[in-house]
């Protein structure tokens, strides 16, 4: 399944997963300084597209969630998260490079615990450690005998399975739709040269549209995990800096 | 085809610790320049666009304000004038009137003086002729009635007394009638 890496330096394996992650790193800090570098009232085209990408993010994953007076200081987190996942799971729709980089599962558990820690972090500084667990655990407006079923429930799907799953869904979404495509891939060569003939040929064909299929609803999926993955750290910074509960 | 099988039979969700450190690294320089350059440009051009929207707007509202001050000012002084104009006429006709006035009482007085005078006039004419009509009547009547009586009538004094006398005889009847006419 991955490609033999370039070199080794001890256990260090440089392989295609560190060059597209320094790739991304490049192409977006590179395509928006390039955009912005005018910084034009009135914007060319290079500087509205890339004022599209931003406001996107801005705006809509930041603004409308997490609100008009506490938005701007996430505005570099959801951006770097959005644009390094939407290139990175893009990567695995562009011939040869051809690798989703969040398809690697330590790539996903380092950006959910980023994101994680984030607004943890900021939920313990805006709330103190015991009223954000307050916060966290004991839903409001509930009799209070409840609570003793409630708070390892409310702590075990907010403060331990929210994290998991959002790294689990971004990684398995391109783990999966990475195989589908490597499954119709392999179809396609099996029935062409080990099958052959007519038959071969025609199965051939059906596999080749499966394979073309499964390609754009990859890069549907691959962007809607981007904003779905940007979009619940925007809703869970907004639910930790909530004043009450 | 057997790596493939090899591969999958590692258990996917197993992170390789160097990924995980690529990833935070290259993470890591992307949200830099975020905070560094990306988001600070945008923002201020963000804020330098609406300040110009902005700017712009107050300035269309100052210049309509100030439109709409001149527009004012001058239909104030539009108003002013017409009632200027009307009060100037008002004046006019009064003291048209009064000119007219004055005029129709001076020409009275004048005519009534004048009357006056004409009256006066006649009157000391009149009186004078009767006078002098008097003396010369009487100084003949006395010539000719001396004349026919001689000597008797030469005495002044009983002469006017019946040379008066007979006068205003005279003038009662035939002279009032005379006057009249």
Known sequence: MHLPPFFEIGSFEFAKHTVLIFLSVVLIAGFFMWAIRKQALVPAKGQFLGEMGYGFVRNSLGRDIIGEKEF??????????????LVNNLFGSIPVLQLPTLSHPGSAYVLAGIAYISWVFIGIKRHGFGHFMAKMTMPPDVPKALYVFLIPIEFISNLIIRPVTHALRVFATMFAGHMAIMVAASLLGFLLSDVGGLGGILGGAGALLLGIFIYF???????????????????YVDGALQEGH | MTTTILAASENPLLPNGWEMLITAIGFALLLFAAIKWIVPMFERTYAERTEAIEGGLAKAEAAQAEADKARDEYNQQLESARLEAQRIREEARTEGEKILADFKDRANVESARITENAHTAIAAERSAA?????????????????????????????????VDRFLSDLEQTPTDAGAHQ
């Open chain 1, 217 to 235: 609803l990859e890069v549907l999926i691959q962007v809607l995990q981007a904003y779905i993955f940007t979009l619940l750290f925007a809703v």
């Open chain 1, 72 to 85: 701007r200081p996430w505005i570099p987190l959801l951006f770097s998260f959005f644009f390094f996942i």
């Open chain 2, 130 to 162: 009767v006078v002098s009509l008097r003396n010369e009547v009487g100084s003949l009547a006395i010539q000719l009635s001396s004349k026919i009586v001689g000597e008797s009538l030469s005495d002044d004094d009983r002469s006017r007394r019946v």
